[in-house]
């Protein structure tokens, strides 16, 4: 087993398979522009390596993910539409799109929560193992932005465009069982088998034919690549107005002070 430590995520190696760990377990987790420019430098490194033919995203601790950092979404509120574009975008969806475009097997191993930054990672895997007590959120909404890593587009074609407009727009959490009936995990383990059964998945994928698995995640991919980018250049315009608006700076205090926020549409 080979291991690499990074600031904030750690790489191993089991054989054929990768893995690439949230190691922020003191943080929950919790995404920074550092946290998402590793993952995407792990991504690029673990793509070109041909001895790795499938890639796992773990967490250590309690929680896969509790979100956005706080600290940097307060950062968030004193940055122009340039300093969100290079911040946000050029690391987060970053991130999502080398996870999106692998043409290796992915799989997102949950435990506790994945909410927004966290769900949204998850969702641009090829395939989601939750532990019992696990969920999925897309809480955005109550910060008075919206999702920018693609949860707009992935969600409905995961789960249906019902359901994902549940998660959007009331930033209703699933929990692992319903994630399970819904589509949006494969199978549902004890905590301490996720790791074990998410890698016995791998090693399975593993032996895929490398070609024809990325030929056909392309295949069914097909006719979305070119909407999922549209999504992402369209997100960010409307997400740098959200970002600098009134209604942030009181959905993030709401949050923090956990109360009710009051947005007045500006």
């Excluded at 499938?54 to 309690?62: E, F, K, P």
């Amino acid at each position: 087993m080979g291991i690499r430590v990074l600031e904030d995520i750690r790489i191993e190696r089991q054989g054929a398979v990768a893995l690439v760990i949230l190691a922020r377990d003191e943080a929950n987790n919790s995404s920074r522009p550092q946290t998402l420019k590793e993952i995407c430098e792990a991504m690029d490194l673990l793509v070109q390596d041909s001895s790795v033919r499938a890639i796992v995203l773990a967490a250590d601790g309690r929680h896969f993910s509790a979100g956005a950092d706080f600290a940097f979404l307060d950062d968030l509120t004193r940055m122009d539409a340039a300093a969100i574009r290079h911040q946000v975008y050029t690391h987060f969806q970053g991130a999502a799109r080398r996870i999106y475009h692998c043409p290796k097997p992915t799989i997102a191993l949950v435990q506790g929560a994945a909410v927004t930054v966290g769900c949204e990672l998850a969702a641009a895997c090829d395939f989601r193992i939750a532990a019992d007590g696990a969920f999925f959120q897309e809480s955005w909404i109550r910060l008075g932005i919206m999702p920018p890593l693609g949860g707009t587009f992935l969600l409905p074609r995961i789960i249906g465009m019902g359901r994902a407009a549940e998660m959007c727009l009331r930033g209703r959490a699933v929990k692992a069982e319903e994630a399970k009936a819904i589509g949006l995990v494969s199978d549902v383990v004890p905590p301490e088998q996720l790791r074990e059964h998410g890698l016995a998945m791998a090693r399975e994928l593993a032996q895929s034919a490398p070609m024809a698995y990325a030929a056909i995640k392309t295949a069914l991919q097909r006719g979305s690549q070119s909407a999922i980018e549209s999504e992402w250049s369209a997100n960010l315009p409307q997400q740098a107005i959200l970002l600098t608006s009134a209604d942030f700076r009181e959905g993030l205090a709401a949050v923090r002070e956990k109360r009710a926020a009051s947005f007045q549409g500006c």
